[in-house]
Each structure stands twice: as structure tokens, then as C-alpha cells.
């Protein structure tokens, strides 16, 4: 099975901020990769998919890079909305998802 | 506007059944393969279970194969899922997500979700 490892698990910043949330996975998927933010209780909502492409709607200040094994998810400028907690997403080999990282207001 | 609704959950003693059901809107439901994921209480995201769009391949996580099947039924616009023989860690909320394309695609839209708890 691929595991996904992300990091930080919690990260601390302010509106304005830019800020950077890695993904690592345990064997190489290619570009097979997304991101997701989700809400407390509400459901994820795609961010980026194929490790850098944006999905329709989503701010440019999103953005997604790495293929094989290392990831980031960028967020250029901070905003109030994007306080959050982000998942990446392997989908080379099945799927599984990283254990979440948690964007807090500092 | 896409829409997927979620029903079917509450609460169910360890080896019991349930069905859960996602009614779709807004799209053409029969061309779009379809996923079940789920969240444990403060727990991250787990995928479950997969059906084409044609219904011909169906997939399921380690941690529920044997137990649970996968269904959709395009004359209704429904996704089903049948749980069977229920542990307290199946205690989660499940979403049915659209998979853009087949088999390994994005998750591009999710429902609300479902609340399913395992307990005595």
C-alpha cells in the first residue's frame, strides 16, 4: 500500500501569509496526485489535481507542484476563507489520502 | 448544479446492516463513475469503495472488503452502498464523491455526508 505523509500537521499563519504544506509518498505516483480542503462539517472540496493542475473555480493563489514522491500546495497570499484543513490525495494505486494539515490563524 | 445527497445513516449495533444511499442531480449520473470515502469523528479521509460507470468493476478498501458492496442504479440516479457485519470502526461519516473519468480519477464533487455509528 502507498502511504502518504504530510507535514506540518498544524500550521500557524496570518492573512497575507504565504505558506507551504508538503506531501511525501512511500513509492513514486507519478503526478497522480490531489489536494482537498475541507471545512469543519462540511465536505472536501477538490483543490488540485494531476500534482499542479487548478480545478475550475479555485483561486489562482492556490497552486500545486512535485511528481514522484515529493509535493507541496502553495497559498500565495493567505485569505480569512482559506483557514482550513488540506489532504492530499494518491490516485496512481488506489487511493489514499495524507493525514491532514491543519491551517490555524495565528 | 451538481448535487449529491446522502442517507441512510445512524446508529447500529456492532454486526448489524445498513444501507447507505446518495441520490444525484445536475449531471448525467449513468457516465460518471462514483466513490465512496469516509471520516472517522476528528479522523482523517479514508477511501472505501468504487463503481464504474457501466457498473462492470467495482473496487473496495482492505479494511471492508467481504462486507461491504457497492451499487448504483442509473434509472434512479442513486449510488448505494450495503454495509454488512459492522464494527465500532466503520463509526464514520461517509460521502459518495464523482470520480471524473474511471477507475484512479479526481474526486471533483462530494456530498455532505452520512453519519453511521457502531456501537452497543
Known amino acids: 500500500d502507498i502511504q502518504m505523509t504530510q507535514s506540518p500537521s498544524t500550521l500557524s499563519a496570518s492573512v497575507g501569509d504565504r505558506v507551504t504544506i508538503t506531501c511525501r509518498a512511500s513509492?513514486?505516483?507519478?503526478?497522480?496526485l490531489a489536494w482537498y480542503q475541507q471545512k469543519p462539517g462540511k465536505a472536501p472540496k477538490l483543490l488540485i489535481y494531476?500534482?499542479?493542475s487548478l480545478e475550475s473555480g479555485v483561486p489562482s493563489r492556490f497552486s500545486g507542484s512535485g511528481s514522484g514522491t515529493e509535493f507541496t500546495l502553495t497559498i500565495s497570499s493567505l485569505q480569512p476563507d482559506d483557514f482550513a484543513t488540506y489532504y492530499c490525495q494518491q490516485y496512481n494505486t488506489y487511493y489514499t489520502f495524507g493525514q491532514g494539515t491543519k491551517l490555524e490563524i495565528k | 448544479e451538481v448535487q449529491l445527497v446522502e442517507s441512510g445513516g445512524g446508529l447500529v449495533q456492532p454486526g448489524g446492516s445498513l444501507r447507505l444511499s446518495c441520490a444525484a442531480s445536475?449531471?448525467?449520473?449513468?457516465?460518471?463513475?462514483m466513490n465512496w470515502v469516509r471520516q472517522a469523528p476528528g479522523k482523517g479521509l479514508e477511501w472505501v469503495s468504487y463503481?464504474?460507470?457501466?457498473?462492470?468493476?467495482?473496487r473496495y478498501a482492505d479494511s471492508v472488503r467481504g462486507r461491504i458492496t457497492i451499487s448504483r442504479d442509473d434509472a434512479r440516479n442513486s449510488l448505494y452502498l450495503q454495509m454488512n457485519s459492522l464494527r465500532d470502526e466503520d463509526t464514520a461519516v461517509y460521502y459518495c464523491?464523482?470520480?471524473?473519468?474511471?477507475?484512479?480519477?479526481?474526486?471533483?464533487?462530494w456530498g455532505q455526508g452520512t453519519l453511521v455509528t457502531v456501537s452497543s
Open positions: 445536475g449531471f448525467t449520473f449513468s457516465a460518471y463513475s
Open positions: 463503481i464504474s460507470s457501466s457498473s462492470t468493476t467495482m
Open positions: 464523491a464523482r470520480g471524473l473519468g474511471q477507475w484512479l480519477a479526481r474526486l471533483d464533487f
Open positions: 494531476k500534482a499542479s
Open positions: 513509492q513514486s505516483i507519478s503526478r497522480g
